[in-house]
């Protein structure tokens, strides 16, 4: 939050979401689970590296879009905007 306050934007990156916006985090990032955050082990290699750069790319969205409190980025919801979530 010291961050934010000094102008210099912040997000979350994580498979459970709940947890940061229910402390206030300005921007939460939605990973693909716990022990992947940022990929699947199941796809292949060029198909995890597809989706990982997706989710990068959507946590970079969510660095340059100015929020005016918990705001929740979904990878799969980039295109379409942003989720706000109501903490």
């Known amino acids: 939050k010291e961050l934010e306050r000094a102008g210099i934007p912040t ?3 994580t498979a459970i979401p709940n947890i940061p916006i229910a402390v206030g985090a300005n921007r939460v990032v939605k990973g693909i ?3 992947h ?4 082990p199941l796809l292949s290699g060029a198909d995890d590296r597809k989706l990982q750069r997706h989710i990068v790319e959507a946590a970079l969205d969510a660095l340059r879009t100015p929020v005016d409190g918990p705001t929740l980025f979904e990878p799969d919801k980039v295109a ?6 109501n903490a």
């Open 37 to 40: 955050v940022c990929g699947d």
């Open 80 to 85: 379409t905007g942003k989720e706000t979530v």
């Open 11 to 13: 997000a979350v990156l």
């Open 33 to 35: 689970r716990v022990e």
